[in-house]
Nanobody
Protein backbone atom coordinates (compact mmCIF):
# COMPACT_ATOMS: atom_id res chain seq x y z
CA UNK A 1 0.00 0.00 0.00
CA UNK A 2 0.93 3.59 -0.45
CA UNK A 3 0.07 6.53 1.77
CA UNK A 4 -1.29 9.57 -0.03
CA UNK A 5 -1.59 13.23 0.89
CA UNK A 6 -3.27 15.85 -1.26
CA UNK A 7 -2.53 19.56 -1.34
CA UNK A 8 -3.32 22.59 -3.46
CA UNK A 9 -7.02 23.01 -2.86
CA UNK A 10 -8.58 26.37 -2.13
CA UNK A 11 -11.02 29.03 -3.22
CA UNK A 12 -10.94 30.24 -6.81
CA UNK A 13 -13.25 32.27 -9.02
CA UNK A 14 -15.02 30.73 -11.97
CA UNK A 15 -12.70 30.57 -14.94
CA UNK A 16 -9.64 30.28 -12.75
CA UNK A 17 -7.11 27.50 -12.31
CA UNK A 18 -5.69 25.36 -9.55
CA UNK A 19 -3.12 22.59 -9.45
CA UNK A 20 -3.59 19.77 -7.01
CA UNK A 21 -0.69 17.63 -5.88
CA UNK A 22 -0.69 14.20 -4.31
CA UNK A 23 2.44 13.11 -2.51
CA UNK A 24 2.88 9.39 -2.02
CA UNK A 25 4.96 7.49 0.47
CA UNK A 26 5.55 3.82 0.87
CA UNK A 27 6.89 1.20 -1.41
CA UNK A 28 6.64 0.95 -5.14
CA UNK A 29 4.64 4.09 -5.90
CA UNK A 30 5.78 3.95 -9.50
CA UNK A 31 4.00 0.67 -10.19
CA UNK A 32 0.53 1.92 -9.33
CA UNK A 33 -2.02 3.48 -11.57
CA UNK A 34 -3.27 6.66 -9.91
CA UNK A 35 -6.47 8.62 -10.01
CA UNK A 36 -8.38 11.62 -8.80
CA UNK A 37 -11.99 11.41 -7.67
CA UNK A 38 -14.20 14.07 -6.17
CA UNK A 39 -17.22 14.34 -3.95
CA UNK A 40 -19.53 17.33 -3.94
CA UNK A 41 -21.84 18.02 -0.99
CA UNK A 42 -24.76 15.63 -1.01
CA UNK A 43 -23.45 13.67 -3.98
CA UNK A 44 -21.69 10.41 -4.59
CA UNK A 45 -17.94 10.31 -5.07
CA UNK A 46 -17.22 10.42 -8.78
CA UNK A 47 -14.30 9.68 -11.03
CA UNK A 48 -12.33 12.61 -12.43
CA UNK A 49 -9.12 11.33 -14.02
CA UNK A 50 -6.63 8.48 -13.96
CA UNK A 51 -3.12 7.79 -15.20
CA UNK A 52 -1.23 4.54 -15.65
CA UNK A 53 2.03 3.70 -13.94
CA UNK A 54 4.18 4.91 -16.82
CA UNK A 55 2.23 8.11 -17.39
CA UNK A 56 1.49 7.35 -21.04
CA UNK A 57 -2.14 6.36 -20.69
CA UNK A 58 -4.80 8.62 -19.19
CA UNK A 59 -8.56 8.68 -18.79
CA UNK A 60 -10.90 11.56 -17.99
CA UNK A 61 -14.52 12.00 -17.06
CA UNK A 62 -16.45 13.74 -19.80
CA UNK A 63 -17.22 16.63 -17.46
CA UNK A 64 -13.54 17.59 -17.15
CA UNK A 65 -12.12 16.52 -20.49
CA UNK A 66 -10.29 19.39 -22.14
CA UNK A 67 -10.08 21.37 -18.88
CA UNK A 68 -8.20 19.09 -16.49
CA UNK A 69 -4.86 17.37 -16.99
CA UNK A 70 -3.48 14.55 -14.88
CA UNK A 71 0.24 13.88 -14.77
CA UNK A 72 2.79 12.18 -12.57
CA UNK A 73 6.44 12.41 -11.64
CA UNK A 74 7.60 9.03 -10.39
CA UNK A 75 10.96 10.44 -9.35
CA UNK A 76 9.11 12.72 -6.93
CA UNK A 77 6.41 10.21 -5.98
CA UNK A 78 3.81 12.79 -6.92
CA UNK A 79 0.68 12.94 -9.03
CA UNK A 80 -0.81 16.22 -10.22
CA UNK A 81 -4.17 17.46 -11.39
CA UNK A 82 -4.04 20.71 -13.32
CA UNK A 83 -7.52 22.23 -13.36
CA UNK A 84 -8.31 25.05 -15.76
CA UNK A 85 -11.52 26.90 -16.60
CA UNK A 86 -12.98 25.93 -13.25
CA UNK A 87 -16.72 26.19 -12.79
CA UNK A 88 -18.89 26.24 -9.67
CA UNK A 89 -19.97 22.67 -10.41
CA UNK A 90 -16.35 21.61 -9.91
CA UNK A 91 -16.67 22.47 -6.22
CA UNK A 92 -15.93 19.32 -4.26
CA UNK A 93 -13.47 17.52 -2.05
CA UNK A 94 -10.86 16.02 -4.35
CA UNK A 95 -9.32 12.69 -3.41
CA UNK A 96 -6.15 11.13 -4.71
CA UNK A 97 -6.24 7.37 -4.98
CA UNK A 98 -4.01 4.51 -6.04
CA UNK A 99 -5.27 1.66 -8.15
CA UNK A 100 -5.00 -1.77 -6.64
CA UNK A 101 -2.14 -2.70 -8.91
CA UNK A 102 -0.13 -1.82 -12.01
CA UNK A 103 -2.36 -0.95 -14.92
CA UNK A 104 -1.09 -0.41 -18.43
CA UNK A 105 -4.53 0.78 -19.54
CA UNK A 106 -6.51 2.73 -16.95
CA UNK A 107 -9.48 3.23 -19.26
CA UNK A 108 -12.54 1.94 -17.51
CA UNK A 109 -10.89 1.49 -14.11
CA UNK A 110 -13.04 4.24 -12.64
CA UNK A 111 -15.04 2.64 -9.86
CA UNK A 112 -14.24 3.30 -6.22
CA UNK A 113 -13.54 -0.41 -5.83
CA UNK A 114 -10.77 -0.16 -8.45
CA UNK A 115 -8.76 1.93 -6.00
CA UNK A 116 -7.05 0.49 -2.96
CA UNK A 117 -5.49 3.49 -1.20
CA UNK A 118 -6.92 6.94 -0.61
CA UNK A 119 -5.81 10.32 0.61
CA UNK A 120 -7.90 12.38 3.00
CA UNK A 121 -8.92 14.87 0.35
CA UNK A 122 -8.50 18.55 -0.37
CA UNK A 123 -11.36 21.01 -0.76
CA UNK A 124 -11.78 22.97 -3.98
CA UNK A 125 -14.36 25.76 -3.95
CA UNK A 126 -15.21 27.64 -7.12
CA UNK A 127 -17.18 30.84 -6.71
CA UNK A 128 -19.39 32.26 -9.42
Amino acid sequence: QVQLMESGGGLVQAGGSLRLSCAASGRDFSIYGMGWLRQAPGKEREFVAAINWRGDNVDYADSVKGRFTISRDNAKNTVYLQMNSLQPEDTAVYYCAAHRGPLRDVTGARARTDFGSWGKGTLVTVSS
